[in-house]
């Protein structure tokens, strides 16, 4: 059985740490880097929801290189414009 509560306040705290102490960003900075939404990043701050497994894969992807994921963020909003805002 799937333990949502759990993985939300993990997913949280993945993207708290990330975001504010790894990389000294403000949320709406994290989210326009690295091509997720304000409110979808706002929600999984705030446990509103549980992010999809795209997301937590990206979210952890940032943890491990962020300047990569950075530049292939920037490369797909070259080629495919940019949706997000």
Known sequence: MVDRPKMKRQAMHRLCSTRAHMLNMTLRDFADQYGISYGQAMDIEQMRSLPSLATRT???????????????ASMTRTIYGSAIK
């Open 58 to 72: 990206l979210i952890e992807a940032v943890r491990l290189d962020p300047e990569l994921i950075k530049r292939a």
